[in-house]
């Protein structure tokens, strides 16, 4: 069964400092992975994608990180902001069985003075 | 300005009563999906279209029906709401399909109550 693991569930960290929020997948075959950021009451928004050939994909302070043999993805925030307080949520594509979407449950992160 | 809406963002209905969300964008997309989000599970995958009159089924499809007759609109329709579809609804447009790279552009979500 296809499954996206992500973790930690919740995050609180100090503004400024980084973090790194983890995906672990068991979708095969792969097509891509993307990150999405979903502040609180609005739909997701997309931050990056990666495919099976790509190990590192930046936004501005968001780098994603892909290593497809081990089936991890990672996405690191620099000097976090205020404004960075929300749901990250990492979506796997398969090749197969149409354009069918496996969504991870998000992490929490929450930004605080 | 290119975005996906909802209709409406918040309704209260009755089990039984059926009910219509419509979903409409202006970016002439190709790719529509509708979404379901629930405390702890997260996004889940209603129906999706690839393109006019072509609709396929997500993980959660029961109790849901979907049309795809304009390409800019793809509503869902609730038969007999029953109170387990109470849930915040997305909808979601994309220039081509997620396997093809497609970046989804979601709307601003329905938070629709069954009692």
């Known amino acids: 069964k296809n499954q996206v693991e992500q973790s930690p569930q919740s995050l609180i960290i100090l503004e400024g400092k980084n973090c790194t929020l983890q995906c672990n997948y068991t979708v095969s075959p792969f097509s891509n992975l993307r990150w999405y950021k979903q502040d609180t009451g609005r739909g997701p928004v997309s931050l990056t994608i990666?495919?099976?050939?790509?190990n590192t994909k930046s936004n501005g302070r968001y780098t994603a990180t892909l290593d497809a043999d081990t089936k991890q993805s990672s996405l690191h925030i620099t000097a976090s902001q205020l404004s960075d307080s929300a749901s990250y949520i990492c979506v796997v594509t398969s090749t197969g069985g149409g354009n069918k979407l496996t969504f991870g449950t998000g992490t929490q992160l929450k930004v605080e003075l | 300005e290119a975005q996906v809406t909802q209709n409406p963002r918040y309704l209260i209905t009755v089990t039984g009563k059926k009910l219509t969300v419509t979903c409409s964008q202006n970016?002439?997309?190709?790719?529509m999906s509708w979404y379901r989000q629930d405390p702890g599970l997260g996004l889940r995958q209603i129906y999706y279209s690839m393109n006019v009159e072509v609709t396929d089924k997500g993980d959660v499809p029961e109790g849901y029906k979907v049309s795809r007759k304009e390409k800019r609109n793809f509503p869902l329709i609730l038969e007999s709401p029953s109170p387990n579809q109470t849930s915040l609804y997305f909808c979601?447009?994309?220039?081509?399909?997620?396997?093809?790279?497609?970046?989804?552009?979601f709307g601003p979500g329905t938070r629709l109550t069954v009692l």
């Open positions: 990666m495919t099976f050939s790509e």
């Open positions: 979601a447009s994309s220039i081509k399909g997620p396997r093809a790279g497609g970046t989804q552009y």
């Open positions: 970016m002439n997309h190709e790719y």
